[in-house]
């Protein structure tokens, strides 16, 4: 009985540990599910949109400008954040805010990103924190999954005339 007892453990125990490893893979390679809090992706994204986010972009270096990526958080390593690529390694790009009489210029420098979020005004990005190190991506949107009557893929960037191609 005892013998009977353990091999049914250690099988379940087996079980659990097999789908923990494929469980942790997909979510860490594949992608998963997103909920987006705070207002600095509006009117993209919405306080509480759920959006999937694929992880294959990141490992193949296929990050293009444009795109809306979960990054770690270069202020707190614990949180994520959800910003746009607005320029990529080497790209010229405005690092000025759009209410400033002066605008200044400035190149994203190897192995790193320009974030910014789609409500200019309401968002710390990269021209609080600087260039974001690619490393720290941890994935790219590809869809809003809720509300319902905004399922589907993103829209574009409000802010497009600030992607610059010097």
């Known amino acids: 009985m005892l013998r009977n007892v353990l091999g049914k453990t250690f099988r379940f125990l087996g079980y659990t540990v097999q789908y923990g490893c494929i469980a942790h893979c997909a979510f860490e390679y594949l992608g998963g599910i997103v909920v987006c809090s705070g207002p600095s992706m509006e009117p993209t994204i919405q306080n509480s949109d759920i959006v999937f986010s694929e992880n294959l972009s990141r490992h193949f270096y296929c990050i293009r400008k444009g795109d809306i990526v979960i990054v770690k958080s270069p202020n707190d390593p614990k949180s994520n954040i959800?910003?746009?690529?607005?320029?990529?390694?080497?790209?010229?790009?405005?690092?000025?805010?759009?209410?400033?009489?002066?605008?200044?210029?400035?190149?994203?420098?190897?192995?790193?990103?320009?974030?910014?979020?789609?409500?200019?005004?309401?968002?710390?990005?990269?021209?609080?924190y600087g260039p974001v190190p690619y490393g720290l991506i941890r994935g790219r949107i590809c869809f809003k999954i809720w509300p319902l009557n905004d399922f589907g893929f993103l829209r574009a960037s409000p802010n497009g005339h600030r992607f610059l191609d010097d």
């Open 82 to 128: 959800c910003k746009r690529v607005i320029g990529l390694e080497g790209d010229k790009v405005c690092t000025s805010n759009p209410s400033d009489f002066l605008t200044s210029h400035s190149y994203v420098p190897k192995g790193h990103v320009w974030l910014e979020g789609d409500n200019l005004r309401n968002s710390t990005d990269s021209r609080c």
